[in-house]
């Protein structure tokens, strides 16, 4: 996709520079073998299709991997499930979710090498629909789209913002981070659409962002509260209207994102 040309704040120092483009919610290949997985550039990593919850303390996850390939999922401090794919490369797992909701790492082995997901998942407990995978350095990415014109939020230490949502297809949108134009991509033909910009770096005390999307005569409007991680730990806490989840990135450092 092209990149759009942003208006950032002077002070711009992000840990992992991947945040900066527009990279909409994709899907994942799907063909029948390992042979056309690796010619379509598919190396192993697995990747999540969908997201369920069949009762209060079990979610299922459910996507596509090599054929046959061992798939496991991490989660609290050394806990974790394993599971097989078949000869298709679908998999399926049930999960464990309590409180706010669970956080996973998901990865598989191929040829001895541990080939990791492309972020981690968050699902929230009740609320399997607005499951995200959370990227390093790069917005988080829904796994179903949800119809909302502001999704999802991201920032770091360094107050690089990235946004997510849903708008009519195809449409420009206005991102308006306190009151000014800050960036304008095109959704994709599912309506979703991914932008980043810079804020100023967060701290201690929270402080309220205005945040809009316009597109197709239509506005969203948020106020998104920013303020440093308490701890340099994976924590779930509910906001006003949805999540935040500060979350380890493999590098280092800690992501906070906000699920809406």
Not at 167 to 192: C, K, T, Y
Not at 194 to 223: C, F, H, L, N, Y
Not at 241 to 258: A, E, K, N, S
Request: net charge neutral; hydrophobic share 45%.
């Amino acid at each position: 996709m092209k990149k759009i040309a942003l208006k950032i704040l002077p002070a711009l120092s992000l840990a992992l520079p991947g945040l900066y483009g527009c990279e909409p919610p994709h899907t994942a290949p799907r063909p029948n073998h390992a042979a056309e997985l690796r010619a379509a550039g598919y190396t192993g990593a697995p990747v999540i299709t969908a997201v369920s919850q069949p009762s209060a303390g079990t979610v299922v996850v459910s996507g596509q991997a090599l054929p046959d390939g061992r798939v496991r999922f991490l989660y609290g401090q050394d806990r974790a499930v394993g599971v097989t794919a078949d000869s298709q490369g679908r998999f399926s797992a049930e999960l464990p979710v309590s409180g706010a909701g669970g956080l996973y790492d998901l990865s598989m082995e191929d040829s001895g090498a541990l080939l990791h997901a492309e972020g981690r998942l968050f699902v929230p407990a009740g609320q399997p629909a607005r499951a995200v995978l959370l990227r390093p350095g790069a917005p988080a990415q829904p796994i179903a789209a949800p119809n909302l014109g502001i999704t999802v939020v991201d920032y770091d230490s360094a107050g690089a913002l990235g946004v997510v949502g849903r708008v009519a297809p195809h449409a420009g949108v206005n991102l308006v981070v306190e009151g000014e134009v800050r960036a304008q991509p095109i959704s994709d033909p599912n309506g979703m659409y991914s932008a980043v910009t810079q804020i100023p770096p967060p701290t201690d005390a929270t402080a309220m962002v205005a945040v809009s999307a316009e597109a197709a005569g239509a506005q969203w409007k948020r106020a998104v509260p920013v303020s440093r991680p308490a701890a340099d730990q994976d924590a779930v806490t509910a906001i006003d209207g949805g999540w935040r989840v500060d979350w380890r990135m493999p590098g280092g450092g800690i992501q906070t994102t906000l699920v809406f």
